[in-house]
């Protein structure tokens, strides 16, 4: 017997990411010299929390339902980049160059996933479910305003979800 329906769910995630490095500026064109070619980069980014709207297909033997999932995602997305740059400052005049660019974006994507529930009973369901979440790329640029300096980072946001739940039926 087939079944069909609507799903839709929101998780709060805690994923982020750093990086920070003392560099020769990661081969940017941050320097007018061999002096001058040192200095810090950071890239940071968090994933706050994940949202799908998805259709569902399944099909029932006795009290097993075996199903597909798919549709929409949504991600709260947020971005930092920093550069310094020392040992004479950046450009051609002797300043030091410090700055950041910070960016949050509602990113969306699709999921797909399949699952199986069981009726344990009457008014109890057990399920198992797996959903891969594609949500793209979130780039960031940062080009401070000191002859050519640049800073770039692109961050690849792909899920693999698991999960279990218990269900009541009233």
């Not at 974006?105 to 199986?116: C, L």
């Not at 594609?134 to 401070?144: E, K, Q, W």
Request: some cysteine; aromatic content about 8%.
């Amino acid at each position: 017997m087939w079944r069909a329906g609507l799903e839709g769910d929101w998780q709060w995630v805690r994923s982020s990411h750093s990086f920070c490095r003392q560099t020769e500026i990661l081969s940017l064109a941050c320097v007018d010299d061999e002096l001058n070619n040192t200095g810090f980069a950071t890239v940071s980014g968090r994933l706050n929390s994940v949202a799908t709207a998805r259709a569902r297909l399944g099909w029932t033997v006795d009290q097993v339902m075996l199903y597909g999932t798919g549709g929409a995602a949504f991600a709260d997305v947020k971005s930092s980049l920093g550069l310094t740059c020392l040992a004479g400052g950046c450009g051609r005049d002797s300043t030091t160059l410090a700055g950041s660019v910070n960016s949050s974006t509602v990113q969306t994507g699709w999921v797909a996933g399949a699952g199986i529930e069981w009726m344990v009973s009457r008014n109890w369901i057990v399920r198992a479910e797996y959903q891969h979440i594609d949500l793209g790329d979130v780039s960031a640029r940062f080009s401070p305003a000191c002859g050519g300096c640049t800073l770039s980072s692109s961050q690849n946001l792909r899920l693999d979800i698991g999960r279990a739940g218990l269900s009541y039926k009233f």
